[in-house]
């Protein structure tokens, strides 16, 4: 891979990092889109929307409501493209793990970013109590510089794991297919549990059934 | 009653993109709220180095959360009433009483609505069309109403200051809370069969049953045995449970 390959995925990993709460929050930070997007960098698109799809059946479960701690898929979708680039699609198992595991180790950079966030606004408290607008401003871009920082380390952890999934992969050809059957049936469980929860209560079942039907008969059809 | 310029509103509405920027546990998202109003309270009398830029700049940095989409409507109902001189213990009221309509409607409206319904729509178009199409229709049909709720909230705010409850009870808000869940459910429906299809569709009958029995024990237990394992880390444990046994 390189250099300027790498550039551009550390650069789009940090875009859809930061996309994730502090900057816009356009949802280029959705594994789909972050995916496709490392798949087209890294020369095989299809890879990329391949693995962002399964990436986005676990997803659908994030309501980044308030507070609440949840995965930050964008740069864990980047590394997962990453790892994925040139493998047939029904062994992206391995890819797939990289992401998911990306993702959790993410959860834990926001809440260390938030902590880092704490502890800036504590010491300009003074400051902003009198209505110092400085203090406001550099409070916001000190926030953005930090969680750059977190989507880029991110990132690149991402990326490592990626590299070592490319260059040491002890598994056979059956256990990596194995790996994303399973992977794929999680993911799909994932997404009709949120399914029915979103439809709310009994409603929930029917809504998602109907939409079942929808999907099938366009299956059918097509 | 000096109105802001055009350029500050429209500063205001840039601003507001950044709203979350410094998300603490202390002020939560205070600090981007004061940031996103700061260009609309200039034009108070007696300008940026007055007292009542000042005080309203105090007032705007405390504690406040809400949806980040709809922090424009307590951005510009707030601003509004420091410009209409409104006193400053009614305008922390005003703020207080926003903190939960705000969250609860955005939540809904977003992130159990559009959000899941923009993705879903991605998906099967991505199972089923040139790569790329998918992504292209998840940020288009999610955006349009992004940006569109944005700018309605920062203009609404300001409409109404003090009586931005009427904003909330517009008839468009409460029927898109009305139907962004069922609408939501319904896409991921048709969504499910379509990428699975696309997934799965290459594997080998022992690949399909590996699917099947992963995704009704996966759906046992996000339902009901553990929900709140959460579906990244039932994923990793099935990985690891699949590496696990093949080497035994």
Known sequence: MSLLTLSALGAWGMIAGIDLVSVLQVMVARPLVAATVAGVIVGDPTAGVLVGMVLELYALEVLAVGGARYPDFGPAAVAAAVAAEGVPPILIGPAVIVGLFTAYVGDWSILALRR??????????????????????????AGIARDAVRALLLTAFGLGLAYVLRHWTPSAVRVRELLTAVL?????????????????????????????????AWLLLR | MAAPSVSAIVRSGLRLLTVQACWNYERM??????????????????????????????????????????????????????????PGEQT????????????????????????????????ALSADAPAGIGAAALLALY?????????????????????????????????????????????????????AHRLAGDLDVAGWTATAVAAIVGVIVLRWVAPRLGAVRLGLLAALAVLVGTAW
Request: charged share 15%; glycine share 16%.
């Open chain 2, 143 to 195: 955006n349009v109403p992004h940006i569109a709720l944005r700018l309605w909230g920062l203009r609404a705010g300001w409409r109404y200051g003090t009586k931005v409850g009427r904003a909330l009870g517009a008839p468009f808000l409460t029927t898109a809370l009305r139907l962004v869940g069922p609408l939501a459910a319904g896409a991921i429906g048709v969504a499910l069969p379509l990428v």
């Open chain 1, 184 to 216: 794929v049936g999680v993911g799909l469980a994932t997404a009709a549990v949120n399914g029915k929860r979103l439809g709310g209560g009994r409603a929930g079942y029917v809504w998602l059934g109907i939409g079942l039907l929808g999907g099938i």
């Open chain 1, 116 to 141: 880092l966030n704490t502890r800036h606004v504590r010491r300009l408290a003074a400051r902003l109590d009198e209505g110092d607008v400085h203090a406001v401003t550099s409070a916001q871009f």
């Open chain 2, 92 to 123: 922390d009221r005003l703020r207080t009483a926003l903190l939960g309509p705000l969250g609860a409607i955005g939540d809904r409206l977003v992130w159990a609505g559009t959000l899941p319904a923009a993705s879903a729509v991605g998906l």
């Open chain 2, 29 to 86: 998202i205070g600090i981007g709220l004061a940031y996103t109003s700061e260009p609309m309270l200039r034009s108070l009398p007696g300008g940026r180095t007055g007292a009542r830029y000042r005080d309203a700049m105090r007032r705007a940095t405390r504690y406040f959360n809400a949806h980040p989409y709809l922090a424009g409507l307590a951005a510009g109902a707030l601003a509004r009433a420091e410009h209409d001189d409104v």
